[in-house]
């Protein structure tokens, strides 16, 4: 998961300047960290029925073998055999421990057990669609699970992915030209609820994708988040 966009870029009406966190298309669903050479259920302790329920909770986004090499890979990091994985473990997982928001993610993986780790997981698959990406990447931001992402959500974020290569100032003048690009300027100039956010990503990656546009790292591209955080496009 690693890399962030550029913060210094000036184009666009702010969300061309936050980094964002979503995988690009093959990092999360063929990492070989997440995926080991697959081997048989047996080694594993789930049965085809765990295997096929757990399938069809995630919405088939991973295939069978995939989600033998996730229960692997969720029993090494869970080290007492809880059933569950605590910040510290998720922490162990080092494509979320290079990230640069890392304590969002542990927020949201905490506590999960492996079929909520696995679902989870399979919005960052290709077989996820571009709303369903765009909706976790709203729970992210989301920073205090209002439904809303206002301007304090959005200064926490940049906080986080910029660190010291951003200022306060810049934090603010972003946020201020994300609220003020958003239909109707937000809900009811609080921030941006879901549909909100969706239309400005849509048109953000529009404007950045048509003609003579600049291609870098950050929203407007919807670079997605994990690895950078994939472009689903």
């Known amino acids: ?22 995988t690009h298309r093959h990092s999360v669903h063929q990492s070989s960290l997440l995926f080991p050479p697959p081997q048989g259920m047996s080694s594993t302790g789930l049965t085809q029925y765990d295997v096929e329920s757990i399938q069809e909770y995630c919405q088939y986004r991973f295939t069978q073998p995939e989600i033998l090499s996730l229960y692997r890979r969720f029993r090494r990091l869970d080290l007492k055999q809880k059933g569950y994985l605590t910040a510290d473990e998720i922490l162990g997982i080092p494509e979320i421990s290079i990230n640069p928001l890392s304590p969002r993610l542990v927020q949201i993986y905490s506590g999960v057990n492996f079929k909520e780790f696995v679902s989870l997981l399979s919005i960052f698959s290709p077989r996820a669609s571009v709303e369903e990406k765009t909706a976790f990447l709203f729970q992210v931001y989301d920073v205090d699970h209002d439904g809303i992402i206002t301007k304090a959500d959005l200064r926490v974020m940049l906080g986080m992915l910029g660190g010291s290569a951003i200022s306060a100032d810049e934090i603010d003048s972003i946020s201020d030209q994300v609220l003020k690009s958003s239909p109707g300027g937000g809900a009811g100039g609080r921030g941006l609820n879901l549909d909100q956010f969706r239309q400005v990503i849509r048109a953000s990656s529009a404007k950045s994708n048509g003609p ?22």
């Open 212 to 233: 003579g546009a600049k291609h870098h790292h950050g929203m407007t591209g919807l670079h997605w988040m994990t690895a950078s955080l994939p472009n689903p496009h």
């Open 1 to 22: 998961m690693g890399q962030v966009g550029d913060l210094s870029h000036k184009q666009g009406g702010g969300w061309d300047r936050i980094p964002v966190f979503i």
